[in-house]
């Protein structure tokens, strides 16, 4: 039964956004009663946590492993752009619940990511092994940067990006700022 409640919140947010996130209508979705979900999740914050959480455990990108840096990050933003309705759904939780509480971006981000190394620190991680980036380069912000301007694009334009913002957003921005100097 949690599966289903969490899977018709997800359905809810990703269509109604969070101003349709309510209990009556995921309770409907879900083929269950209000009380039910009270009893589990007290407050709309608590049911948009766990939807999140549970929608990210099951969005993992898969780690590319093409043998070059450069391909891994194009392949790996590729396959998040295949599916901006997902972030786009992160975001209306985001907006919309921003002011009513505990909800911050980073909240939100954290329970759809996990606390785990993702796909990214693992494409990173073969790069540092295969001698493509020198460790000291990587810090967090630099090895944030290639999904922090795709989520900034898809915020801005709604949608998926042009492969051709890719491949700037790799060889123009995150390539120069690791590759080897000297």
Do not use: C
């Not at 000291?136 to 694009?153: C, E, I, K, N, S």
């Amino acid at each position: 039964m949690e599966d289903a409640v969490l899977a018709a919140g997800w359905d809810q947010l990703a269509e109604g956004g969070y101003a349709g996130f309510t209990y009556d209508a995921i309770a409907r979705r879900a083929g269950t009663s209000k009380p039910v979900l009270y009893r589990r999740w007290p407050t709309r914050e608590h049911l948009v946590e766990a939807v999140i959480e549970w929608r990210g455990s099951r969005d993992r990108l898969a780690v590319p492993d093409t043998g070059a840096l450069r391909t891994d990050l194009l392949a790996l933003l590729r396959e998040a752009n295949q599916r901006p309705e997902r972030y786009l759904a992160l975001l209306s939780a985001q907006f919309g619940g921003l002011y009513e509480g505990r909800l911050t971006p980073a909240t939100i981000r954290e329970r759809y990511l996990g606390t785990g190394p993702g796909a990214m620190s693992r494409v990173l991680d073969h790069a540092i092994e295969r001698g493509e980036i020198e460790p000291g380069v990587l810090t967090p912000t630099v090895a944030a940067v290639p999904f922090d301007l795709f989520r900034m694009h898809v915020l801005l334009t709604l949608g998926p990006l042009e492969d051709g913002a890719l491949v700037a957003i790799v060889d123009e921005v995150f390539l120069p700022l690791v590759s080897r100097r000297g």
